[in-house]
Antibody, heavy 118, light 105 residues
Framework: EVQLVETGGGLIQPGGSLRLSCVVS????????MTWVRQAPGKGLEWVSL???????DYTDSVKGRFTISRDISKNTLYLQMNSLRAQDTAVYYC????????????WGQGTLVVVSS | DIQMTQSPSTLSASVGDRVTITCRTS??????LNWYQQKPGKAPKLLIYAAFSLQTGVPSRFSGSGSGTEFTLTISGLQPEDFATYYCQQTYNTPVFGGGTKVEI
């Protein structure tokens, strides 16, 4: 059974750092295209970052240079390192497994809440 | 960047209605268009991928159509569990979600 479980969210001051983890089971994290998607309170979905099975990565403009996506095959875990956090980064962060011809996300985690506030 | 315009932002409907949600893109994305359903406090759920392919386990009352720059999600015979927010997503290049459509009673 495919499962994704995010951890690492919490309350952090502006300018701080946080690392989100997404432990996956039922497949190998390196075998699939993986994404992070966030949702600010009361707002819509926003794609944040992706990592292809081959290792290439991409980021939405607002997090480039601040966030880093990575994975640990030995732990079957996806990460999102978030530095220089801003109030606008406050959101529920979801990890999702993707793939297929149109890079859809077919399995999602339950989300972890990040609140950036002083 | 490809711009996404999803409409309407809110849709009032009744059980049994046929509803249609539209997603337009600023340039052609072929059929690199996916649809998701999200209920409050829950993760999104994939409904349709590649513009018209129904994800396994999704009821057949959901259907998708379109290609190029205009796409639609249709729910034929709205059920109580379908009241939710729906998002389109283009994955032709850097992924972008539409603004969402809340389907309410």
């Amino acid at each position: 059974e495919v499962q994704l479980v995010e951890t690492g969210g919490g309350l952090i001051q502006p300018g701080g750092s946080l690392r989100l983890s997404c432990v996956v089971s039922g497949f190998t994290v390196s075998s699939k295209y993986m994404t992070w998607v966030r949702q600010a309170p009361g707002k819509g979905l926003e794609w944040v970052s992706l990592i292809y099975s081959g290792g290439a990565t991409d980021y939405t403009d607002s997090v480039k240079g601040r966030f880093t996506i990575s994975r640990d095959i030995s732990k079957n875990t996806l990460y999102l390192q978030m530095n220089s956090l801003r109030a606008q980064d406050t959101a529920v962060y979801y990890c999702a497994r993707g793939g297929g011809l149109t890079w859809y996300s077919d399995y999602w985690g339950q989300g972890t809440l990040v609140v950036v506030s002083s | 960047d490809i711009q996404m315009t999803q409409s309407p932002s809110t849709l009032s409907a009744s059980v049994g209605d046929r509803v249609t949600i539209t997603c337009r893109t600023s340039q052609s994305i072929n059929t690199f268009l996916n649809w998701y359903q999200q209920k409050p406090g829950k993760a999104p759920k994939l409904l349709i991928y590649a513009a018209f392919s129904l994800q396994t386990g999704v009821p057949s009352r959901f259907s998708g159509s379109g290609s190029g720059t205009e796409f639609t999600l249709t729910i034929s015979g709205l059920q109580p569990e379908d009241f939710a927010t729906y998002y389109c997503q283009q994955t032709y290049n850097t992924p972008v979600f539409g603004g969402g459509t809340k389907v309410e009673i």
